[in-house]
């Protein structure tokens, strides 16, 4: 499988404790959040999050660090990375 690199691209980290606890890494923009889906552009392209109950509790651009607590049921990274039209641009069109 080949590996999706970005120029200048920071690294990507993720670490999901207990489906509860998650940390990300190179996150460059948060697109959208609400308590069921957190829709993110990261070094290595989109991802969404989705559960129950989410909440942001530490977001650092400066750094790319994101904390997120709840319940969480899914992470899905979006086909085509930067530029391509994310997940809202597929919903809303």
């Not at 509860?20 to 990261?42: A, H, K, Q, Y």
């Not at 070094?43 to 559960?51: A, E, T």
């Amino acid at each position: 499988m080949e590996e999706k690199r970005f120029p200048g691209s920071a690294p990507h980290h993720l670490i999901l404790e207990e489906r509860e606890n998650l940390s990300v890494s190179g996150v460059v923009e948060v697109r959208s959040f609400d308590e069921n889906t957190i829709v993110m552009e990261t070094s290595r392209g989109v991802l969404v999050v989705q559960g129950e109950d989410l909440h942001i509790e530490k977001l650092s651009l400066d750094g790319g660090d994101l904390k997120v607590e709840g319940e969480i049921d899914s992470l899905t990274y979006e086909e085509g990375g930067r530029g391509k039209g994310g997940f809202l641009s597929r919903l809303l069109g």
